[in-house]
T-cell receptor, first 114, second 117 residues
Framework: DAGVTQSPTHLIKTRGQQVTLRCSPK?????VSWYQQALGQGPQFIFQ???????QRGNFPDRFSGHQFPNYSSELNVNALLLGDSALYLC?????????????FGPGTRLTVL | AQKITQTQPGMFVQEKEAVTLDCTYD???????LFWYKQPSSGEMIFLIY??????QNATEGRYSLNFQKARKSANLVISASQLGDSAMYFC??????????????FGQGTELSVKP
C-alpha cells in the first residue's frame, strides 16, 4: 500500500523564481492538503484540495497556488520566491467521507531560497 | 481563537520508562478532533493517535495513549515503555468541525523527546 509521495526531495531556488512541488496521495485517498513548516516551528496550513477544487485556504498570499488532477495528485506552485519561503513543504492526504478523515503526510520537500 | 499549546520544548526519558507530553487547546467549536504526530529528523510526519471531542473513552494505539481531559482542554500523549526509536519531535494538532469532512490541522510548536539508553 503506497503512502504519500512528494517530489522533489530537495530544491534550491533564488529570489524571484517560481517553483512547483508535487504530491501523490496515499492509495484510495481523494483529498490533499499542503503545509509549510519553517525551521523549529509546527506546520502551517496552506490549502486543501478536493474534487479538483480548493476547499479551504490558510493565511498565505496569492503567490501560493495549487492544483489537483483527476487522479487526485496535486501541485503546489509558489511565484516570486522570497527568502522567507525557505521551509519544509508537507503534503498530506485523506479520504473525504470517512468519519475521522485522518491526514497522512508525505516525506516533504525541503525548499531553500537564496 | 483556535490554538494548540505545547509548553515543553524538550523532554528526556530513560529507555523503558513512560513519558507524558503535554498539550492544551483552545476552541469554541464543540466538535473537534485532537491528533498526535511524530516527526523524526528525516522530516516525515507520522500519525500516532487521535481523539474526537465526543469520544467517551481515551484513545489508545499500542504503546500510545491519549489522556483527554475535556474540562481542562488538555490532550496529553502518554508513551509507555519508551524505546530509543521514540526520539523525535512530537506535535499535537487539532481539527475543528471534526465530524464533518475536510478541514485544516492546527499544530502546536512541538516537543522534542530524547530517549536515553
Amino acid at each position: 500500500d503506497a503512502g504519500v509521495t512528494q517530489s522533489p526531495t530537495h530544491l534550491i531556488k533564488t529570489r524571484g523564481q517560481q517553483v512547483t512541488l508535487r504530491c501523490s496521495p496515499k492509495s484510495g485517498h481523494d483529498t490533499v492538503s499542503w503545509y509549510q513548516q519553517a525551521l523549529g516551528q509546527g506546520p502551517q496550513f496552506i490549502f486543501q484540495y478536493y474534487e479538483e477544487e480548493e476547499r479551504q485556504r490558510g493565511n498565505f498570499p496569492d503567490r501560493f497556488s495549487g492544483h489537483q488532477f483527476p487522479n487526485y495528485s496535486s501541485e503546489l506552485n509558489v511565484n516570486a520566491l522570497l527568502l522567507g519561503d525557505s521551509a519544509l513543504y508537507l503534503c498530506a492526504s485523506s479520504l473525504t467521507g470517512v468519519s475521522t478523515d485522518t491526514q497522512y503526510f508525505g516525506p516533504g520537500t525541503r525548499l531553500t531560497v537564496l | 481563537a483556535q490554538k494548540i499549546t505545547q509548553t515543553q520544548p524538550g523532554m528526556f526519558v530513560q529507555e523503558k520508562e513512560a513519558v507524558t507530553l503535554d498539550c492544551t487547546y483552545d476552541t469554541s467549536d464543540p466538535s473537534y478532533g485532537l491528533f498526535w504526530y511524530k516527526q523524526p529528523s528525516s522530516g516525515e510526519m507520522i500519525f500516532l493517535i487521535y481523539q474526537g471531542s465526543y469520544d467517551q473513552q481515551n484513545a489508545t494505539e499500542g504503546r500510545y495513549s491519549l489522556n483527554f481531559q475535556k474540562a481542562r482542554k488538555s490532550a496529553n500523549l502518554v508513551i509507555s515503555a519508551s524505546q530509543l526509536g521514540d526520539s523525535a519531535m512530537y506535535f499535537c494538532a487539532m481539527r475543528e468541525d471534526f465530524y464533518n469532512q475536510g478541514g485544516k490541522l492546527i499544530f502546536g510548536q512541538g516537543t522534542e523527546l530524547s530517549v536515553k539508553p
